[in-house]
């Protein structure tokens, strides 16, 4: 089993801070909000992005899937009562060649072995598509 360990510290009543290895990222914990960083729920959107992106890179070389890029929109849907995501949509969408048997392929992939998606998708509502950047 892997495990993974962040750390996060209140700066001031305007924002924090989470740190991992040698990064760290500045988090919106300021109640009226901010600008320049990650409020919570969309810390939990970019990390599913990451997942999908990241869960790309591992199967490229296992297809031998060939792309230029890759991009991921994410979209959540939070209820007030009790306060949660309930639903959550994503696009991904490739610059490649492939045929889109291949993409397909690949979306099959991410969707079954990404662990962050996997955790969301038992937790709310996760449907997404990929498509081919035009």
Avoid: W
């Avoid at 924002?15 to 990222?25: D, V």
């Avoid at 599913?48 to 899937?65: D, H, N, Q, S, T």
């Avoid at 309930?86 to 099959?108: A, C, M």
């Amino acid at each position: 089993m892997l495990e993974y360990r962040v750390s996060a510290r209140r700066i001031d009543s305007h924002g924090s801070e989470a740190s991992t290895k040698n990064a760290s990222i500045l988090l919106d914990t300021d109640v009226a909000g901010r600008l320049d960083a990650f409020n919570p729920a969309e810390l939990l959107l970019a990390s599913l992005a990451a997942c999908i992106i990241k869960g790309i890179e591992r199967v490229l070389p296992i297809l031998k899937f060939s792309l230029r890029g890759v991009e991921v929109s994410l979209h959540g849907v939070r209820q007030d009562k009790p306060p949660k995501m309930v639903e959550i949509s994503y696009e991904i969408l490739v610059d490649t060649d492939e045929p889109d048997r291949r993409l397909e392929l690949l979306h099959e992939n991410v969707r079954k072995f990404g662990t962050i998606s996997n955790t969301l998708a038992g937790a709310a509502k996760l449907d997404g598509v990929i498509r081919r950047k035009t």
